[in-house]
């Protein structure tokens, strides 16, 4: 039972289901549509691959190079991005990089050397920078930390969505349309893909409330006891001005451990069409179908897997087995390359531990890092980690050129999978979970 102090009512366990269940379905699913069209666009350039290289004569190095290079200007540009958002609101400054990242995706169409390839991607990396975290913070705004996996998987489950949704699409968009006005089936993708972008971010501005007390759809009993319950969790956390959150060793311990689980991210997410490809799937709109196979069971184990550790209070073991999970099954999939059933299975193993650690990992920085220090802790965490995004895609396609096989760039992401492991069980404290 919790008694609202401002009112004197009290509210039931049933009550706050209730209130909780409308804010979840008034703010998650939208934000979930947010998040699937932002990493569409991320990551197209996977399938885009498949045309675009042969089309442009460019090798897999400068893939590698223009897909890793989004991740230097998201870094850049991650941490003000993420302060500006503290101060003007999460409604204006999440519309402004939509509708920016969105044109400048659209505008990959015009790519025909690499330097252009490289630019584009850059900025369309400063475009982005600050929505993923962005969207982090925001949730700390409506949901306790005890809460929190289950919200956060909710909302990251749009990286397997965009997979199961994107594969098909992008395979689709590329085969009926290449050709089309004289453009390239890739050039249609870049094209169709960021218009979403922008019409998504310019509902945003109509849709989100930056507070629960600027939130119209909510009695007043509801926000009381939303505030309530925030100001509960508050009170736990860490509060430290932006120069201590720079200097502490638990925030860049958790960067760290981000940045191992980032690497494995984006081996699958750049790397996925090329790796089912390589198993003997050859027609581009088979290899965008199979793609939405490990992504569709992703989906699945990163909410019933969150719902497990927050039933249980427990993050570290769950996000230690999740890593492992994924590095055995890039293992596998290596192992099993010719083979295409066992290569796809063993994919999906690993999608669905390497998606599933994100969600998890989220709780414990956001359990931690309170007031100000949340906003550029979070950020920090994510610039870091992301930079793996850059190191990632080039490794494996260096390796890829030198060796004429991934199979050595899948281990050293199965390795740093395993490392990531090892820091959440080692560096983390419980003390840490909640």
């Known amino acids: 039972m919790n008694r609202l102090p401002s009112t004197g009512i009290s509210v039931d366990t049933a009550q706050a289901e209730r209130i909780y269940s409308k804010v979840i379905w008034r703010l998650v699913p939208f934000l979930f549509l947010c998040y699937v069209v932002a990493y569409l666009d991320r990551v197209n350039v996977g399938f885009a691959k498949l045309q675009m290289m042969a089309d442009l004569k460019m090798s897999d190095t400068v893939y590698g190079i223009g897909a890793g290079i989004f991740f230097l200007g998201y870094f850049l540009f991650e941490v003000p991005s993420n302060i500006i958002m503290s101060k003007t609101g999460a409604r204006v400054w999440i519309a402004r990089i939509m509708v920016t990242w969105g044109v400048i995706s ?83 993708l870049f094209l169709l893909e960021g218009i979403p972008s922008v019409v998504v971010g310019i509902a945003v501005l109509f849709y989100l409330d930056d507070s629960i007390r600027a939130a119209h759809w909510l009695t007043e009993e509801e926000k009381s006891f939303l505030e309530m319950k925030i100001q509960e969790d508050n009170t736990r956390k860490s509060s430290m001005s932006l120069g201590q959150v720079f200097a502490s060793g638990k925030v860049w311990l958790l960067a760290i451990i981000y940045f191992c689980f980032i690497m494995g991210l984006y081996g699958i997410s750049f790397w996925l069409p090329q790796l089912i490809k390589s198993a003997g799937v050859k027609d581009v709109l088979n ?6 196979i490990p992504y569709g069971f992703a989906a699945v184990g990163m ?132």
Not at 114 to 141: H, K, N, Q
Not at 157 to 164: E, L, N, P, R
Not at 287 to 292: F, S
């Open 303 to 434: 909410v019933l897997i969150s719902r497990s550790s927050d039933r249980m209070g427990e993050r570290r073991w769950h996000i230690a087995a999740c890593g492992l999970l994924g590095a055995a099954g890039l293992v596998m999939s290596a192992l099993f390359g010719g083979q295409t059933t066992l290569a796809i299975a063993a994919l999906t193993l690993a999608t669905i531990g390497i998606l599933t650690t994100l969600p998890l990992f989220w709780t414990i920085p956001t359990a931690y890092l309170g007031g100000a220090a949340a906003a550029a802790g979070i950020a920090i965490i994510n610039s870091i980690g992301n930079l793996a995004g850059f190191v990632s895609p080039f490794l494996v396609g260096a390796i890829k050129d030198a060796t004429k096989s991934t199979d050595m760039g899948i281990y050293v992401l199965a390795a740093s999978l395993c490392l990531g492991a090892l820091f959440v069980l080692l560096g983390v404290p419980k003390t840490m979970q909640r």
């Open 287 to 292: 290899v965008g179908l199979i793609t939405a």
């Open 106 to 188: 659209a505008a990959s169409l015009l790519v025909k050397t690499p330097d252009v390839f490289y630019v584009l991607r850059f900025f369309l990396g400063i475009a982005e920078a600050g929505f993923f975290p962005g969207i982090i913070l925001y949730l700390t705004y409506w949901f306790p930390a005890a809460r929190r996996a289950r919200i956060v998987a909710l909302f990251m489950t749009a990286i397997a969505f965009s997979g199961v949704i994107g594969g098909p699409i992008s395979g689709a968009i590329m085969q009926s349309f290449a050709g089309v006005n004289g453009w390239a089936g890739w050039q249609w």
